[in-house]
C-alpha cells in the first residue's frame, strides 16, 4: 500500500489520503522550523510520498523502510549529513554531501565490505551504470570499516562506481540505519545467502571478521539514497529492514533517471 502524504506551510497536521489502522502523523514544530514526524511506516509495503521542505532536506520519497520516524525526529538531517566525512581509497576525508552537492548520485551503503549481500548489490546496481552515465548520475558505495577494507572490496569486486570508507559509521547513525541480531538472521536472508551461493557470490570471511566489522557485531544493515545536486537535496531513501533487502531497481532509477 501506498500512502501521499503533503507538508502544509501553516501550523497542523496532514494525513494519509489512505487510511491504515496506523495513521502516520505529521508536527510543524515552530521552534526548529522542520517538519517531525512521530510514527513508524514500517507497516507499509510499498513506497510513502513525502515532501518535506521545510526541513532543511528535501526527501521525496522513502521505501519500505522501518524507523522513518526517528530519522525525520533526529533533527536538521542536513546538518547531521553534512558534519559526515568519509575517506576515499586515498585516504582523504569528505564530508559526505560534497558527493552529490554539483551531481546527482545513487549512493549504496554496504552492511560491511565482506558481506556477501553487498557484493550482490554492487552488481545490482552497477548493472545499470550505462544508464546512470547517460544520465549524468554518478555511482557511489560507502561501507562501515576501514580504507584497507574499502581497498579490498574494490578490487575483489571490480566495482564500477566510486568506493568510500565510513570507519566511525557516522553516516549509518545520522540516516539512523537499523542494525540489530533479528535484522541480520531471518528466514529471508538465508534463502538469499543460498541463492547467491548458488549464483557464485562468496562472503569474505577475512574482512568480515576483522576488527572495524567484528567490535560492532557486524548486525549493521544499510541502504540506497538519490541525492543531489545540492547537499540538501535527497530525493529517495531505502532503508534495508534486513539482510539482503533490496529495493526494486525500477525505484532507484526512477527517482534518479526519469
Given at each position: 500500500?501506498?500512502a501521499t502524504l503533503?507538508?502544509s506551510?501553516?501550523?497542523?497536521s496532514a ?7 496506523q495513521?502516520?502523523?505529521v ?11 512521530n ?5 507499509y509495503n510499498n513506497?510513502?510520498?513525502l515532501s518535506?521542505?521545510?526541513a ?11 524507523g ?8 536538521n538531517i542536513a546538518?547531521l549529513l553534512d ?15 560534497d ?15 565482506g ?7 554492487a552488481d545490482y546496481?552497477?548493472s545499470k551504470?550505462?544508464?546512470?552515465d547517460?544520465s549524468g548520475v ?13 581497498k579490498?572490496f574494490?578490487e ?5 562506481g566510486?568506493?568510500?570508507?565510513d570507519?566511525a ?19 529471508k536472508?538465508?534463502l538469499?545467502?543460498?541463492e547467491?551461493?548458488m549464483?557464485?557470490y562468496?562472503?569474505?570471511?577475512n ?8 567490535s560492532r557485531?557486524g548486525?549493521?544493515q ?14 529517495y531513501?531505502?532503508?534495508?529492514k534486513e539482510a539482503?533487502d533490496?529495493p526494486d531497481i525500477q ?8
Amino acid at each position: 500500500m501506498a500512502a501521499t502524504l503533503s507538508a502544509s506551510p501553516t501550523y497542523g497536521s496532514a494525513a494519509p489520503q489512505r487510511k491504515s489502522s496506523q495513521s502516520p502523523r505529521v508536527f510543524y514544530n515552530p521552534s526548529h522550523r522542520n517538519l517531525l514526524f512521530n510514527s513508524s511506516f514500517s507497516h507499509y509495503n510499498n513506497t510513502v510520498k513525502l515532501s518535506l521542505k521545510r526541513a532543511g532536506v528535501v526527501v521525496s520519497a522513502v521505501s519500505d523502510s522501518p524507523g522513518i520516524g526517528s530519522y525525520v525526529e533526529s533533527g536538521n538531517i542536513a546538518d547531521l549529513l553534512d558534519s559526515v566525512k568519509v575517506f576515499d581509497l586515498n585516504g582523504n576525508g569528505i564530508p559526505i554531501s560534497d558527493l552529490w552537492k554539483d551531481r546527482k548520485a545513487v549512493v549504496a551503503f554496504a552492511r560491511h565490505f565482506g558481506c556477501v549481500f553487498c557484493r550482490k548489490r554492487a552488481d545490482y546496481l552497477a548493472s545499470k551504470k550505462d544508464l546512470l552515465d547517460a544520465s549524468g548520475v554518478a555511482l557511489v558505495l560507502i561501507g562501515p570499516g576501514s580504507i584497507d577494507q574499502a581497498k579490498a572490496f574494490n578490487e575483489q569486486t571490480k566495482f564500477q562506481g566510486e568506493v568510500y570508507a565510513d570507519p566511525a559509521h557516522s553516516s549509518y547513525e545520522a540516516l539512523n540505519f537499523v542494525s540489530g541480531f533479528t535484522t541480520t538472521f531471518t528466514p529471508k536472508a538465508g534463502l538469499k545467502i543460498i541463492e547467491l551461493y548458488m549464483e557464485g557470490y562468496r562472503q569474505d570471511w577475512n574482512l568480515s571478521f576483522q576488527k572495524d566489522t567484528v567490535s560492532r557485531g557486524g548486525w549493521q544493515q544499510g541502504g540506497i539514497i538519490v541525492a543531489g545536486p545540492g547537499k540538501n537535496n535527497i530525493s529517495y531513501i531505502h532503508k534495508d529492514k534486513e539482510a539482503g533487502d533490496d529495493p526494486d531497481i525500477q525505484e532507484i532509477l526512477k527517482a534518479c533517471c526519469s
